[in-house]
């Protein structure tokens, strides 16, 4: 589970740090990763909605299914205070990766966004979704077997908002080279270290 990309499924994702350079406001040495007798401490972000409910399921399934993971949880929701976020990041950090429910969003106050401000702080550059199919499992299409990178951090994601004047708002689409490289980059790693044949680059210019 540690090796894990960030990924997200249905309705929560599971968030695993990259190791990346590190920006200035993080610490110069990575946290070491909990763990201890064999098990593995995993931080549990329940957050706000249906997100409890589906980590009550996640705890089942792990327990029923024998996982050596034992759940840290901690409660940050759109009304969370900045120290209670700082002391999700710590968790995070110091465990390596984490299971996150959704979390809303406080629209109209500008950098409220929880899920944003998460990914970041943690620099969760590259969210990657693999979509299969099963043989057993019905469904509209099948032998699917795709992986999708998507960023996850510039664009819309940078959070770069503002009204000028009252009822007009300016978001400002941020786009690097630099970034646009480490996940292009990204990309082709994951393609040639999970023996895919080929990798196709997809944009939105038409509709954002």
């Not at 329940?46 to 034992?70: K, L, Q, T």
């Not at 400002?172 to 393609?191: M, Q």
């Amino acid at each position: 589970m540690l090796n894990l990309s960030p990924r997200e499924w249905v309705s929560f994702s599971i968030w695993v740090p990259v190791v990346l350079p590190r920006r200035s406001f993080t610490a110069s040495k990575p946290f070491p990763v909990a763990q201890y007798g064999g098990r593995f401490t995993v931080t549990m972000l329940p957050g706000d909605g249906i997100g409890p409910e589906m980590m009550s399921y996640v705890e089942n399934i792990f327990r029923y299914a024998g996982v050596p993971v034992d759940f840290e949880e901690v409660e940050i929701t759109k009304n969370s205070s900045e120290e209670e976020f700082a002391n999700a990041l710590t968790c995070i950090k110091r465990n390596g990766v984490a299971l996150k429910g959704s979390i809303e969003s406080k629209y109209g106050e500008s950098g409220s966004s929880r899920n944003a401000a998460l990914r970041n702080e943690l620099d969760l550059f590259a969210n990657v979704l693999h979509c299969k199919s099963y043989p057993a499992v019905r469904s509209v299409y099948q032998d699917v077997d795709i992986v999708i990178i998507r960023q996850n951090t510039e664009g819309e994601y940078s959070m770069l908002e503002h009204e000028n004047v009252k009822g007009v708002i300016e978001s400002l689409k941020i786009i690097t080279r630099t970034a646009s490289e480490r996940l292009a980059r990204y990309a082709f790693e994951y393609a040639v270290g999970h023996s895919r044949k080929k990798v196709t680059a997809v944009h939105k210019a038409n509709i954002m």
